[in-house]
Structure formats: C-alpha cells, structure tokens
C-alpha cells in the first residue's frame, strides 16, 4: 500500500529558531499533500493544502510566513515552521493523495512531535 | 479554523463487546467520509470509507452507517479486542479532495 514518511520524528529547538519537517510519499507520486497539526487530545486541523509546484494554499487563521511549505517535487512537501515559539510546540502530520480519483483515502505519515523550548 | 479547541468523548467498552463511535459532520455537500484509527504518536490509518451515495458498508469487524438526513456517521466494531484502543476520528471530504476530521473518540478497551 502507499507509504507516507515523514521526519524528523521527534525534534526539539530553542525559540526563535526555524524547524524543517519532510514528507516523502515513498511508492507513489502525490500531486497533492496537506499539512494538519494536532493538539493533545484533539482532533487534526487542516492547516494547508500544498500541490506540486504551486503555491500551497493555507486555512484561515493559518500565517503563511510562520509556516512556509514547498512542495518542490512529486514525492516530497516540506513544512518550515520559521521563528518557531513555544506555542507553536505541537504535533504536525502531513498526508497525500495521488490524486488519482476524486474521494480516494489519504495516506498519513507518523507525525513530528514539535516541542519549542 | 475546523475542529480547533475540542476535546475528545472517551468510551469505554468491556473486551469482545461490541463498540459504536459517532461522529456529526457538518456539510451537507460532503459526500466522500472515512473513518480512521489514531494510535498514540502515530499519524491516522484507513479503516473504512463510504460515499453519500450509500448508508451503510461493512468491513472485517468494522460497519459504517451513514445517515445524510441528520449529518450523523457512526462507526460499529464488533467484538472489540484490546488492540483496538485508540483515537478514532471520522473525516469529511469536500471539493478538492480537502478532509476535515470530526472532534474524536477515545477508546479503551477493558481487558
């Protein structure tokens, strides 16, 4: 079945500085990826939709500057959470589609687990 | 935004009892849901989907009804085991294959 990767993991940085979370799709090409980012015990909030060589579009309430995703390639979306503050300490999890068919299931990655000191 | 500041409903069900998870929805245009399993540190995976062209779909251990008159999804696991304790969350989709995720329920499973 797809493959979503994603890393880092788990990634710790001092407030003020930039954090790169990668998400590859490793057996198919994704036109489409979303990023979503969940508080604890809460459910996933969409934060944008990012399609290959286009400018992602992002969800209201949701600051483009502070959250910089490229999607350079098919298989790759990378989410820069720039200047990142210690509220910004979340879990982030980014998912694909291979955009074959409307309504076709999204395949997730494993999540970052963002903590801001 | 969607879904932002909900805490998550907590079920709990005796081992090899039957569960069933609901989940209101929002847009009535929606026509594509999924319901899917969180574990704990992990991203979301595919259980069961069902287009609004159906109110009903069964899968190994898992039924999915679906009730468009009142936006209202509930997701039925027979014989629930301890493996299945987890976050499950039921997603619309909507024009340009966009999901949003309802609020989630926790389960645990009592041995």
């Known amino acids: 079945g797809a493959v979503v990767s994603q890393h880092p993991s788990r990634v710790i940085c001092k407030s003020g500085t930039s954090v790169k979370i990668e998400c590859r799709s490793l057996d198919f090409q994704a036109t489409t990826m979303f990023w979503y980012r969940q508080f604890p015990k809460q459910s996933l909030m969409l934060m944008a939709t990012?399609?290959?060589?286009?400018?992602?579009?992002?969800e209201q309430g949701v600051e483009k500057d502070k959250f910089l995703i490229n999607h350079a390639s098919l298989t790759l979306s990378t989410l820069t959470v720039t200047s990142a503050h210690p509220e910004d300490s979340s879990f982030y999890i980014c998912s694909a589609s291979t955009g074959e068919s409307y309504n076709s299931p999204l395949h997730f990655g494993n999540g970052t687990r963002l903590t801001v000191t | 935004g969607e879904n932002v500041g909900l805490h998550l409903p907590t079920l709990s069900v005796q081992e090899g009892d039957n569960s069933i998870i609901n989940c209101a929805y929002s847009?009535?245009?929606?026509?594509?849901f999924i319901w899917y399993k969180q574990e704990s540190g992990k991203g979301p995976q595919f259980i069961i989907d069902?287009?609004?062209?159906?109110d009903k779909r069964q899968g190994q251990r898992v039924t999915v009804l679906l009730n468009k008159t009142v936006k209202h999804l509930s997701l039925q696991i027979a014989a629930t085991q301890p493996g299945d304790s987890a976050v499950y969350f039921c997603a619309e989709i909507r024009t340009g294959n966009q999901f949003y995720f309802g609020t989630g329920t926790s389960l645990t499973v009592i041995p």
């Open positions: 847009n009535s245009a929606s026509d594509y």
């Open positions: 069902i287009r609004s062209n159906m």
């Open positions: 990012s399609n290959e060589g286009s400018k992602a579009t992002y």
